[in-house]
């Protein structure tokens, strides 16, 4: 694997894990909802995420990785439709899909 993949890979990493950070131990979608700089931080790591996914895509499209489509499409959402995401989605993807992602990030920088 290049270099500049395992690069965008550890990004990704790196940005799952703030996410993480950022969220309370106990996630609280309501107490998420009404926290302006986490929905914004949060927001800011999909960005990268979807990105990164991109240029990971464009280097090598046989790099497997669940819903890589639907990743960067989530990134231009946040940044052409910003007024269009909604809270239910973030929460939604950091909830059920930023663990499975985490977990095929790993495997493949192993």
Do not use: C
């Not at 309501?30 to 914004?40: M, P």
């Not at 809270?87 to 990030?105: G, M, N, Q, R």
């Amino acid at each position: 694997m290049e270099d500049e993949i395992k690069s965008w890979l550890s990004d990704i990493k790196q940005a799952i894990t703030e996410i993480n950070d950022f969220l309370p131990d106990k996630k609280d979608f309501f107490l998420f909802q009404k926290d302006l700089k986490t929905k914004r931080a949060i927001e800011r790591n999909m960005e990268i995420i979807g990105e990164a996914a991109n240029r990971i895509l464009k280097q090598d499209p046989t790099i497997k990785i669940t819903d890589i489509k639907k990743i960067i499409d989530t990134r231009n959402r946040i940044i052409h439709g910003y007024d269009s995401v909604s809270d239910d989605v973030i929460w939604s993807i950091v909830v059920k899909y930023l663990p499975t992602l985490l977990k095929e990030i790993n495997a493949l920088l192993s």
